[in-house]
């Protein structure tokens, strides 16, 4: 007795993390039906029990919860009122659970459209990596409706192992993944700087993780990130590009309050440094080859 | 059976990181004599069981081991060498385990002229703070000659939990170190702007805090020194000058090798504004104060 079972969901953007989500969805029993521009992520729909659609529309029709996991506001509102867009295909009741990272003013001006047309909005960041999503472990951090909250929980169960309620306003969500992401990039650029620091004065660069990760210098990112220039694989698990795109809302967001953050502006420099040396879809450890290229240090080379 | 029974260690610098070492050598069977410029510390020494020396030569007249707890180059410099120092009175195959965070140059320089006189240098920096220095629960990250390590292991052993062996060459050790403050700097320093972030968008502070303590954002210095914020307890546990002092060794090594740091350098900067809008001597997260006395939002108040 699945959470899903009967029920008709739709998946909107099937990369890595859309993809591990609509197979959360159909492991918990939901039909569900997906779009993506790129053909391979429709053929892995397939593969996996799920039903290719033509358009965002074709795939919302008729579907209870639409997810959509695209990567930004303007993504969201073609999904939503773009051509062949989702809003006319779903049934006032329908919930639209959106997991772009966005501002939250651009989350309240979507689900302000949306609920003047009976459709429930649920502003729903995650968080959790390509794993994460794949085994419905996510981190969703969700603010909306009570009736948002209800005609989506089935398949927030069934995508998420913690499930933060932060209130009944569309765009908290969104306020709370974008400090996250302040201090995700924050921390990945610092890790990146401290291991060349580190390689310029010729330490062991696997001690200093051993060291660092027992210390109070320690962050989740240092954790993560740091192994992956340890053995110098770039291929991306987050790439570059997703933190230019992110410490530029934050930078965005802060500016229009009049809020200083420089340490999040210092962090978007390296990050568009990065992207300028060409790196902009490598993995966002990619920082550190940055360091590499201006300074006399020597990072591990693949083996 | 203790490890320090019937031996003799001297502590220089008393405060709250040396304070707690010295109580850790007695309760290991030491005698231990001790030496600061503040009558208090010495008074706590003498109350804990151990002797108050007039200054460092005549706490370490006879010490095998002597424990130098105080801030940085020029101190432990002083420490050895100045008017009194240690150096004159230690005994040939006695050891010198130094504390105080400083470049590896320094360490180098120091332990030369010491290692001419016969007399042993264990760089040894600490981590971990000052419950930890009371219960010998430290953190150290130490390197030196094997006799060096020798003469010293029955004081580490008291003081410290986890012993990292780091190489031969005094100077490593602080080269570790000063990767983990420039981390620790600029961790604080982002904790404290992502803060005052969250409360420009009006968010619950302490639910930012549990969402993030949970989510890839989070750092040891978030979990750490968001709570001082959220009680509004600036009390230095670890003061903001700490940090203007260690991200300055940072920033001077870092030009001396042509190394860009920029996140420190930037983290730095906070720190140095919050020092000259009066809080130095206050806890390290009043950084987050300092963005209160300039952006329109409110933190926590004390209660």
């Known amino acids: 007795m ?3 079972e009967g029920r008709a969901a739709a998946v909107i953007g099937l990369g890595s993390m859309g993809g591990g989500m609509a197979a959360a969805l159909l492991r918990a029993g939901f039909s569900v039906r997906g779009f993506d521009v790129v053909p391979a992520n429709l053929e892995r729909l397939a593969a996996a029990g799920g039903a290719p659609a033509a358009s965002p529309e074709a795939a919302a029709r008729g579907a209870e919860i639409v997810v959509s996991v695209v990567v930004n506001a303007e993504q969201t509102e073609a999904v ?3 051509a062949a867009g989702c809003a006319a295909a779903m049934a006032p009741g329908a919930v639209f659970i959106s997991c772009a990272t966005m501002a939250p003013e651009a989350v309240r001006a ?3 459209r949306l609920e003047a047309m009976g459709i429930h909005y649920l502003d729903a960041p995650i968080s ?3 794993a994460r999503a794949a085994e419905g472990k996510l981190t969703i951090m969700a603010s909306g409706s009570k009736a948002a909250f209800a005609a989506a ?3 927030l169960d069934a995508m998420a192992a913690t499930i933060h309620e932060l209130g009944d306003e569309p765009g908290t969500g969104a306020g709370f993944k974008m400090v996250n992401q302040l201090l995700a990039g924050v921390h990945i650029a610092a890790a990146c ?3 060349a620091f580190a390689a310029s004065m010729g330490l062991d660069l696997r001690r200093v993780y051993e060291v660092i ?3 109070a210098g320690n962050s989740w990112m240092f954790e993560n990130r740091v192994p992956h220039i340890l053995d110098a694989d770039y291929a991306p698990r987050s790439a570059v590009d997703i933190f230019t795109k992110d410490l530029g809302i934050v930078l965005d967001m802060a500016r229009r309050g009049r809020m200083p953050v420089p340490m999040a502006s210092e962090a978007l420099q390296l990050f568009l440094m990065t992207a300028a040396a060409g790196m902009g879809r490598d993995d966002d450890a990619s920082v550190a080859r940055l360091f590499a290229r ?3 240090i020597s990072l591990p080379e693949p083996s």
Do not use: D, K, Q
Request: no cysteine; net charge neutral; proline share 8%.
């Open 110 to 112: 979507l689900a302000a």
């Open 153 to 155: 929980r089935p398949a």
């Open 2 to 4: 699945s959470a899903g």
């Open 294 to 296: 201006i300074a006399p």
């Open 193 to 195: 700087e401290a291991v």
């Open 213 to 215: 990760t027992g210390s």
């Open 80 to 82: 939503l009122f773009g």
């Open 128 to 130: 959790g990596g390509t």
